[in-house]
Nanobody, 119 residues
Framework: QVQLQESGPGLVKPSETLSLTCTVS??????????WSWIRQSPGKGLEWIGY???????SYSPSLESRTSISRDTSKNQFALQLSSVTPEDTAVYYC???????????WGQGTLVIGSS
């Protein structure tokens, strides 16, 4: 059974860096043709794709967030991580990690974690 679970602080102060980890169980994150993605959801913006890290380790980011985003992985722990710098209250959202296929289909999601950018 494949499962994804987000973890990290739920409150980030403005100007600081949001850091989240996604732990994947049931399948190695190096599996071919799978893109491990971060997505967020907020009332104002709806669903927004943040970026992914591919089986090879190659990353890709949303143009609107690329300058502040870094996605990395630790294959020994079967985890991938999100860092979003210079957080503002507008970054408040539920953040999800997800498994994405080759046709941009988000086929499996974590439960999501609420992150609030506030002091």
């Amino acid at each position: 059974q494949v499962q994804l679970q987000e973890s990290g602080p739920g409150l980030v102060k403005p100007s600081e860096t949001l850091s989240l980890t996604c732990t994947v169980s049931g399948v190695p994150i190096t599996i071919n043709d799978v893109y491990w993605s971060w997505i967020r959801q907020s009332p104002g913006k709806g669903l927004e794709w943040i970026g992914y890290i591919a089986d090879s380790g190659r990353t890709s980011y949303s143009p609107s967030l690329e300058s502040r985003t870094s996605i990395s992985r630790d294959t020994s722990k079967n985890q991938f991580a999100l860092q979003l710098s210079s957080v503002t209250p507008e970054d408040t959202a539920v953040y999800y990690c997800a498994r994405m296929g080759t046709e941009w289909n988000l086929e499996l999601w974590g439960q999501g974690t609420l992150v609030i950018g506030s002091s």
